[in-house]
């Protein structure tokens, strides 16, 4: 809307307003007034609004005041209104002179002079009782950009930063900047202000001193010593600009101040319980552990409540500081607020992709359960696609690389040109970060090269030609048929990238490289620079290796090219024949040429545009950028050793007293104090009744956690030492996920008591009956003893002390052996039946279906406690999507074992179905127990603790890639349905040569059962032998042909989504059907 405009809308108000105040008014009241307004000039307005702020009534000047800083907020120019604003800075209404204080602030700086005739009334202002005028006098002053005012700045300054209201106290913060950039020689005396504002304890002031702080003297790390817990505490209640601003400064202070955490992964969470462990446990430990400062998880706790936060920026800022300071098992707890901004507009979306995009180079476990968020979308714009494709392809491993792959086939198909053409180059990443699917991705790109899309063909070319140079032998047929497809390409990129590959490879191809030269020669003159460089480089290559053939077209290309209108070239052509053709000049070098010209040269790398980009911290502009701006900070490495945490200590710590007793009164206190930690923090910080009360507060909790042990020692003797130390590391570490294990012990006793009594006896729960079958069969005797021990014991436990166990287990070992039998494997199996079990699994119980046994635990490392596991290849009864596992667990030792059972898991969202706990295992005994293993179609191993009452070892089961399948019964007409859908990227195939012993129709059986647990499926040719499953996990169908061709050659086929499996299966089978 134009200013004329505005001023019809309100031109009748005004007259009326001239009117009532007895002035004569130049605006027409007639209907000519809205003509007159339409072309009457900007000055006429400005009058009006002039005779409004000259005249005597407050109401007029009010309401002048009102649109004209409704004009500066749409950006309408008022600065010639300056003389009649300033005279109303005097006024006693207060509304009006905190609007001429509003547009002082924004036009003091334009007109400096006549701002300096209102410095007296200012300065009157900053005495007024009123808080508002107060702070913006002092705005407006320091807004007049003119050196002379220096010490008046100055002195208003320092009387504002001890002033009551803390909204003043705010604007001198604000000031100090201002001043700064006025007078960089006020350095000092600036800092003595900041150093006196870091002390105020009010959240409306800290995010502005910091900010000051950090354009002032962001080296003096020493002013924020004694404010560090303060500003930590302070944290949650500032405001959101101030937030980010604290949060970037105390990620500098802590990369100063602590030691580095990423020295062990273990770290923090088992750690701190043993820094607070009573000092007999402390003395065991031989080699002194990694302890996290009490400050350093003090920054860490305050600031993960802020990821919740609405404001993106501060979001974010936690984000980059957990990511520089957090130990590496607790960086992911900022995934999921990462991926929730990807919700928001564009723009935050574009920096939020930057930063994951870096993070996921580094640690892709971070972000791989949330991949599905990094899909792309129809309306995301390129430069959304483009990153989220980065991010895809950072977190492309063997697991999950089959359904990245077909996310990818997508979008090649996409109609924007340049996000089809990065797909390609991620599609070659893929290929060489993960070796198993290069093939597959090696013959998906070359279907590309029939694709209609010019740039797509060219991008293929391109990429195909960097994957053929890490293993060229392999793949001539791939350089034929790029050749034979060079007359239809005409992206000079890809028909340089074509001739390159015919020269560099040429005695792969001797028959079509000197037919492409030809073809080049006759169109040389017309090919673009980079075309006719690459011919040039042909025909020196085909010289030195095929003369006969060549040596006239490699005389003739080259004549042309020594009069090519390109410099570049002449030159090339010049120095190549030189090189080359043997002359009196060119004796010495031309012994080298072949060396040369046909060196092996190295493969190229693939890597992620933004690995260069980790050297700035995430979140800046620099990063955003990739390059260093202005104002940037560098991070600093982490000292060697951690500096002294006393400077941190507050001087005044008579409330350290009063505190310790508290903690130690009793046990309803400590238990308070556990559940209430960070309210009280927050309760102590938000109160504003005495600044030493506060900082000693922060102190008392986070460094004086020994003389808090001591008296909590002295006052709770009644209580138990493991009772004590999981409520104080606890209360330290409000945050710790894992719990102390003789906690866990204890409630896992208490869930025995409870549940297991349901449990074992009731028929309700169906897998305890299927689990006990299960391990009958391999040993029911030993198996069923034991579970009859855990049956008899529980009943009684709730009644009996911890003195009386013993005769619990000692009364369940006498019980005779037979009876026990036969009671449980009667109610086992009347419970099971067969019905439920799929026809398909049926075809796989069959004479060769192996049993191997792989190590667990050996009896040394277990401390007597041996394991040993196998795939029993039966469908899991607890969840379809598990591997069922028999575990054979044996006491090699001289004493009952007590309490086996599995612990932690790693990762800890890893699926598994524990066993139930085994109470007893007696000396030489042995008990085979089931679990359930969620592999994720993955060959990763499966990480976890076997434990006992006294001790933790951890283990890793890892299954071959065939016991990830489960057998499918399919006819082989739907066989061949399913195998030509599954064409393409999702077929893997190998020629292999057969032992003479697996030829016939039952050794091909037997070997490839083997290996995979898959279905015979029935052939109506001999030479045709055919295996269906599916992928246990996904249920993906994976389909295995074996075609025999002259004996002993045969062409094994496997057609799956799952392209790594194939490639993994492909291999296990082809040393399978090899080997005699």
């Known amino acids: 809307m134009s200013s004329t405009a505005l001023y019809n809308d309100q031109g009748g108000a005004a007259a009326e307003t001239a009117v009532e105040?007895?002035?004569?008014?130049?605006?027409?009241?007639?209907?000519?007034?809205?003509?007159?307004?339409?072309?009457?000039?900007?000055?006429?307005?400005?009058?009006?609004?002039?005779?409004?702020?000259?005249?005597?009534?407050?109401?007029?000047?009010?309401?002048?005041?009102?649109?004209?800083?409704?004009?500066?907020?749409?950006?309408?120019?008022?600065?010639?209104?300056?003389?009649?604003?300033?005279?109303?800075?005097?006024?006693?209404?207060?509304?009006?002179?905190?609007?001429?204080?509003?547009?002082?602030?924004?036009?003091?700086?334009?007109?400096?002079?006549?701002?300096?005739?209102?410095?007296?009334?200012?300065?009157?202002?900053?005495?007024?009782?009123?808080?508002f005028i107060r702070a913006s006098a002092l705005r407006v002053l320091s807004s007049i950009r003119v050196p002379i005012i220096v010490p008046i700045m100055m002195l208003a300054i320092k009387e504002a930063s001890t002033d009551l209201s803390p909204y003043v106290r705010k604007t001198s913060a604000h000031a100090i900047q201002k001043l700064y950039s006025l007078d960089p020689d006020q350095k000092e005396q600036l800092i003595e202000v900041i150093e006196k504002?870091?002390?105020?304890?009010?959240?409306?002031?800290?995010?502005?001193?910091?900010?000051?702080?950090?354009?002032?003297?962001?080296?003096?790390?020493?002013?924020?010593?004694?404010?560090?817990?303060?500003?930590?505490n302070l944290l949650v209640d500032v405001e959101e600009w101030g937030q980010v601003v604290i949060i970037s400064m105390l990620t500098r202070y802590a990369r100063t101040q602590f030691i580095n955490p990423w020295k062990e992964d273990g770290l923090d969470e088992n750690n701190e319980t043993a820094f607070y462990d009573s000092d007999s446990e402390r003395n065991q430990t031989e080699a002194k552990p990694y302890i996290m400062d009490p400050d350093h998880r003090l920054l860490l706790r305050n600031t993960k409540p802020l990821l919740q936060s609405r404001n993106t920026a501060v979001v974010m800022s936690v984000a980059q500081l957990y990511w520089h300071l957090a130990p590496k098992h607790e960086v992911s707890v900022v995934t999921k607020s990462l991926v929730r901004l990807l919700r928001s507009h564009r723009e935050v979306q574009f920096v939020v992709l930057q930063n994951i995009a870096t993070m996921s180079i580094q640690r892709k476990g971070m972000f791989e359960p949330f991949m599905k968020s990094f899909y792309v979308r129809s309306t995301d714009p390129t430069n959304i696609k483009t990153l989220k494709l980065e991010i895809l392809t950072n977190l492309a491993n063997e697991a999950n690389i089959s359904t990245i792959l077909r996310e990818f086939q997508t979008y090649v198909k996409s109609q924007d040109k340049a996000f089809a053409a990065a797909t390609i180059q991620a599609i070659g990443r893929c290929a060489t970060n993960i070796s198993e699917v290069a093939d597959t991705c090696l013959n998906g790109l070359v279907l590309l090269l029939s694709n209609r899309d010019e740039t797509v063909v060219a991008e293929s070319v391109v990429v195909i030609k960097k994957l053929l140079q890490t293993q060229p032998s392999q793949h001539s047929e791939i350089i034929k048929h790029m050749a034979k497809l060079f007359d239809n390409i005409t992206v000079p990129m890809a028909r340089a990238s074509i001739l390159w590959l015919i020269g560099e490879y040429c005695e792969k191809v001797p028959k079509i490289a000197p037919d492409v030269l030809r073809k080049m020669a006759k169109a040389f003159t017309t090919e673009e620079d980079i075309v006719k460089l690459q011919t040039v480089n042909l025909a020196a290559?085909?010289?030195?290796?095929?003369?006969?053939?060549?040596?006239?077209?490699?005389?003739?290309?080259?004549?042309?090219?020594?009069?090519?209108?390109?410099?570049?070239?002449?030159?090339?052509?010049?120095?190549?024949?030189?090189?080359?053709?043997?002359?009196?000049?060119?004796?010495?070098?031309?012994?080298?040429?072949?060396?040369?010209?046909?060196?092996?040269?190295?493969?190229?790398?693939?890597?992620?545009?933004?690995?260069?980009?980790?050297?700035?911290?995430?979140?800046?502009?620099?990063?955003?950028?990739?390059?260093?701006?202005?104002?940037?900070?560098?991070?600093?490495?982490?000292?060697?050793?951690?500096?002294?945490?006393?400077?941190?200590?507050?001087?005044?710590?008579?409330?350290v007293n009063e505190w310790v007793p508290k903690a130690g009164k009793s046990k309803q206190l400590k238990s308070e104090k556990f559940y209430s930690d960070e309210e009280e923090d927050r309760d102590e910080d938000g109160s504003e009744s005495s600044s030493s009360e506060d900082s000693?507060?922060?102190?008392?909790?986070?460094?004086?956690?020994?003389?808090?042990?001591?008296?909590s020692k002295e006052s709770d003797k009644s209580s138990s030492a493991s009772e004590k130390t999981s409520s104080e590391s606890e209360a330290i570490s409000s945050e710790t996920d894992s719990e102390p294990k003789h906690k866990q012990k204890s409630k896992r006793k208490e869930a025995a008591t409870e549940g297991s009594t349901e449990e074992s006896s009731s028929g309700s729960e169906s897998d305890t009956g299927h689990s006990s079958d299960e391990e009958m069969k391999p040993a029911p005797i030993k198996t069923?003893?034991?579970?009859?021990?855990?049956?008899?014991?529980?009943?009684?436990?709730?009644?009996?002390?911890?003195?009386?166990?013993?005769?619990?287990?000692?009364?369940?070992?006498?019980?005779?052996?037979?009876?026990?039998?036969?009671?449980?494997?009667?109610?086992?199996?009347?419970?099971?039946?067969?019905?439920?079990?799929?026809?398909?699994?049926?075809v796989t119980t069959s004479s060769f279906s192996p049993v191997k046994t792989y190590d667990l635990l050996h009896h040394m490392s277990g401390k007597g406690l041996a394991a040993k596991y196998h795939f029993p290849r039966q469908p899991c009864l607890y969840q379809p999507c598990m591997v069922a596992v028999q575990v054979t667990l044996t006491n090699c030792s001289d004493y009952s074992l007590e309490e086996i059972h599995i612990g932690d898991r790693i990762p800890a969202s890893l699926n598994i179905h524990c066993f139930n706990t085994i109470e007893r295992l007696e000396p030489g005994a042995a008990v085979t127990v089931s679990m359930g293993i969620d592999f994720s179609d993955s060959t990763q191993a499966a990480n976890f603790q076997l434990c006992t009452k006294s001790d933790q070892f951890s283990v890793s089961i890892q299954p071959a890639v065939g016991e990830l399948l489960t057998p499918s019964t399919l006819t082989e007409e739907d066989f061949c349905l399913e195998q030509s859908k599954l064409l393409g990227m999702n077929e893997t195939s190998a020629t292999i040569t057969m032992a003479t012993a697996n030829t016939s129709c039952l050794a091909i059986n037997k070997e490839i059962l083997s290996v995979a647990n898959v279905g015979v499926v029935s052939s109506s040719q001999n030479d045709m032998h055919r295996f269906a499953g599916k992928a246990v996990s996904s249920g993906a169908l994976v389909l295995v042909s074996l075609s025999l061709q002259q004996s002993p050659t045969a062409l094994l086929t496997i057609n799956t989504e799952k392209s790594v499996m194939a490639s993994m299966l492909l291999r296990d089978l082809k040393q399978a059907l090899v080997q005699a």
């Open 21 to 131: 105040a007895g002035q004569e008014s130049s605006l027409s009241t007639s209907s000519t007034g809205a003509a007159f307004g339409l072309f009457s000039a900007d000055f006429k307005k400005n009058e009006d609004l002039k005779e409004m702020l000259e005249s005597n009534k407050e109401s007029l000047k009010l309401e002048a005041m009102k649109r004209i800083v409704g004009l500066i907020a749409k950006g309408k120019n008022a600065s010639e209104l300056f003389p009649a604003v300033v005279k109303n800075v005097a006024s006693k209404n207060i509304e009006l002179k905190k609007l001429v204080y509003v547009y002082l602030v924004r036009y003091a700086e334009e007109q400096q002079d006549l701002a300096l005739l209102s410095i007296s009334t200012f300065q009157r202002a900053l005495k007024d009782p009123n808080q």
């Open 197 to 232: 504002l870091l002390k105020d304890k009010s959240t409306l002031v800290a995010g502005s001193v910091v900010m000051a702080f950090e354009e002032v003297c962001p080296d003096r790390i020493d002013l924020i010593h004694k404010n560090y817990r303060k500003l930590c």
């Open 784 to 842: 069923n003893n034991v579970t009859s021990k855990s049956k008899v014991q529980v009943k009684p436990k709730k009644e009996a002390s911890l003195l009386d166990l013993d005769d619990f287990s000692q009364t369940s070992i006498n019980t005779s052996k037979p009876s026990v039998v036969s009671q449980s494997l009667l109610s086992d199996l009347e419970g099971l039946s067969l019905s439920n079990v799929p026809s398909a699994v049926q």
């Open 541 to 655: 290559k085909l010289y030195l290796t095929n003369s006969k053939q060549t040596k006239l077209l490699t005389q003739y290309i080259l004549n042309l090219g020594k009069y090519d209108q390109n410099y570049d070239i002449r030159d090339r052509t010049r120095f190549i024949r030189q090189l080359i053709v043997p002359s009196e000049k060119s004796s010495a070098l031309n012994k080298y040429a072949r060396r040369i010209l046909l060196a092996s040269k190295p493969a190229p790398v693939l890597e992620s545009a933004f690995k260069d980009r980790e050297r700035y911290q995430l979140g800046t502009l620099s990063h955003s950028l990739n390059i260093k701006a202005t104002g940037y900070q560098e991070l600093c490495d982490w000292p060697a050793v951690a500096p002294d945490a006393s400077v941190r200590n507050v001087e005044i710590i008579e409330p």
């Open 696 to 711: 000693s507060s922060s102190s008392s909790e986070e460094s004086d956690d020994e003389s808090a042990e001591d008296s």
